[in-house]
């Protein structure tokens, strides 16, 4: 390969080209468990929305029961959204990670 070649393999700033995959699925991975981060305030939100459904005592006792149940609904929904993008994220984070780790330092091109 002449010199023009690796040049033109390196870019412009030197770096070698078709490095940014393991990048980007490590910002993916982190986006997704910050997702769950949020996913898990809800969760908090929801338990907070069942037990005041209990504590309001100029409530129906009826309507209260309505209210625990929906407030235990969003609890348990919005943790289970948040453990399967926790574990997803992770799996992309750690994955993108050994990709990362196992091509670092290897050249972009092969040598002729």
Do not use: H
């Amino acid at each position: 390969m002449s010199q023009d070649g690796a040049a033109d393999a390196a870019g412009a700033t030197g770096k070698p080209k078709g490095k940014r995959g393991p990048i980007i699925g490590m910002a993916v991975g982190l986006l997704l468990n910050l997702a769950a981060v949020i996913g898990a305030v809800i969760t908090g939100y929801g338990n907070y929305q069942a037990f005041r459904a209990v504590d309001n005592k100029a409530v129906d006792p009826s309507q209260k029961a309505e209210e625990l149940a929906k407030g235990i609904d969003l609890a348990m929904n919005a943790t289970l959204i948040s453990l399967v993008l926790l574990m997803v994220g992770s799996l992309v984070f750690t994955a993108s990670l050994i990709w990362w780790i196992v091509t670092r330092n290897q050249p972009a091109t092969k040598p002729q």
